[in-house]
């Protein structure tokens, strides 16, 4: 089945500077890349998403990149503030519903002022 | 939040008694899961429908069941809890079958003593 590995578990940045995390997936089969944004003690908020038919995608600060070749995907976000902290989670899945979301086990972004 | 709510959203129970979380939609959205999300492990699918009725295992559903009755209602039932289903517990639903976006619920907090 399929397996999702992500780096880092934790990133500390500065007020200002770019974030990155990444996500490697086994099946190739997979076809649609969502990442959560998760803050303390709510559900995982979707902020963005990618499907193997496009390499990038850009919603204002955040993008998100993907390389089918190498099987894996990564989160962009630059310019961070405070309000980016939190745990980010990147999931791979087969648009075929069912038991097919497999998630990463979640980074930790603090964005220091 | 795509119109999901849980609850209750925090329960503290004891070893061996019956527990049932609830999970309600008011969109008419026909896939919904239940994960849980523990430390070190991201989000684990437990169980999922794809309609009413119809419903299907996920990876740790051991110690579970689900119902769905109502296109609305899909209900997660621990028969005799134990400490290690100390977690918290989300539900998810398919907002568009088209892109397979998956959106998630608030959240329980489930305590076993």
């Known amino acids: 089945g399929e397996n999702v590995e992500q780096h880092p578990s934790t990133l500390s940045v500065q007020e200002g500077d770019s974030a990155v995390i990444k996500c490697t997936y086994s099946?190739?089969?997979?076809?649609?890349f969502p990442w959560y944004k998760q803050e303390l003690g709510k559900g995982p908020q979707l902020i963005i998403d990618i499907r193997s038919n496009v390499g990038e995608k850009k919603d204002q600060r955040i993008a998100v990149t993907l390389n089918k070749t190498a099987k894996h995907f990564s989160l962009h976000i630059t310019e961070t503030q405070p309000e980016d902290s939190a745990v980010y989670f990147c999931?791979?899945?087969?648009?075929?519903?069912?038991?097919?979301?497999?998630f990463g086990p979640g980074t930790r972004l603090s964005v220091l002022p | 939040d795509a119109g999901i709510t849980q609850s209750p959203r925090h329960k503290v129970t004891e070893t061996g008694t019956p527990v049932t979380l609830r999970c309600h939609q008011t969109?008419?959205?026909?896939?919904m899961y239940w994960y849980r999300q523990d430390p070190g492990h991201g989000l684990r699918l437990i169980h999922y429908s794809y309609g009413v009725k119809d419903t299907d295992k996920g990876e740790v559903s051991d110690g579970y069941s689900v119902s769905r009755s109502k296109t609305e209602d899909f209900l997660l039932t621990l028969e005799s809890a134990t400490s290690s289903q100390t977690s918290v517990y989300f539900c998810?639903?398919?907002?568009?079958?088209?892109?397979?976006?998956?959106?998630f619920g608030p959240g329980t907090r489930l305590t076993v003593l």
């Open positions: 998810a639903i398919i907002y568009s079958e088209v892109y397979n976006e998956q959106f």
């Open positions: 099946d190739s089969a997979s076809n649609y």
């Open positions: 999931a791979a899945s087969k648009n075929n519903y069912g038991q097919n979301f497999v």
């Open positions: 969109e008419n959205h026909r896939y």
